[in-house]
């Protein structure tokens, strides 16, 4: 056990409709990392906050956001939602703001979206 | 080209034997790399977290970098089937990290 925890494990959902997925990071941790991973794309960073603050963005579509609140838990909102979006989200967690010394990241057990 | 290169396997040994997984990167600014052992629907697990060149042991695991030729390795010693997943490699230089696709590893009885 990671120590990172996700809400909710599975997701099933229609396409046009719109998500929020729930990661709440490590005791201490400070940043939260959101992932998407698919079976034809491998892990792909989507965006990092830090003490709630956005630090990094990666390959996050207009269509999906992100929060992470004063008590550093974060929010991944997915909207308009189409078949090609169905995949597992996992939210990760590290001390530091930036991947290096103390960067390391521990990952939640993820979220498995189907969008029908 | 992506920045993080591995061979998707799967990658079949007998239990007991050595296995190497191996990936190479492209991006000069690389600095930090981790190792991930990733079971079928669960979240990846950290098991290497190395800085720069050279040698990391942690128990039957050994992780190894050599950036002059940007090439990642993790050994696994006396392999057990509870090995079998699929190993993440992955690298960064204080920004995102980026992740190879994976190795699926298999150890028979």
């Known amino acids: 056990d990671s120590g990172v925890t996700q809400t909710p494990k599975h997701l099933i959902t229609a396409t046009g409709q719109r998500v929020t997925l729930r990661c709440s990071p490590r005791?201490?941790?400070?940043?939260v990392y959101w992932y998407q991973q698919s079976l034809d794309q491998g892990l792909q960073f989507l965006i990092q906050?830090?003490?709630?603050?956005?630090?990094a963005k990666g390959n996050i579509l207009e269509r999906f956001s992100a929060q992470q609140f004063p008590d550093l838990h974060s929010e991944l909102n997915l909207s308009s939602l189409e078949l090609g979006d169905s995949a597992l989200y996992f939210c990760a967690s590290s001390v530091g703001g930036t991947s290096g010394r103390r960067g390391e990241q521990f990952f939640g057990p993820g979220t498995r979206l189907t969008v029908l | 080209q992506k920045e993080v290169e591995q061979d998707p396997g799967p990658l079949s040994v007998p239990e007991g034997a050595i296995v190497s997984l191996n990936c190479t990167y492209s991006?000069?600014?690389?600095?930090?790399f981790m190792w991930y052992r990733q079971y079928s629907r669960k979240g990846p697990e950290l098991l290497m977290y190395t800085y720069s060149s050279g040698n990391k042991e942690d128990g039957r695991f050994t992780a190894q970098v050599d950036k002059s030729s940007k090439y990642i390795s993790l050994f696994i010693r006396d392999s057990q089937p509870s090995d079998s997943a699929t190993y993440l490699c992955?690298?960064?230089?204080?920004?995102?990290?980026?992740f190879g696709t994976g190795t699926r590893l298999l150890v028979s009885p």
């Open positions: 991006n000069s600014a690389f600095q930090y």
């Open positions: 992955a690298g960064t230089g204080f920004q995102k990290l980026v």
């Open positions: 005791s201490g941790d400070l940043s």
């Open positions: 906050y830090y003490n709630g603050e956005e630090r």
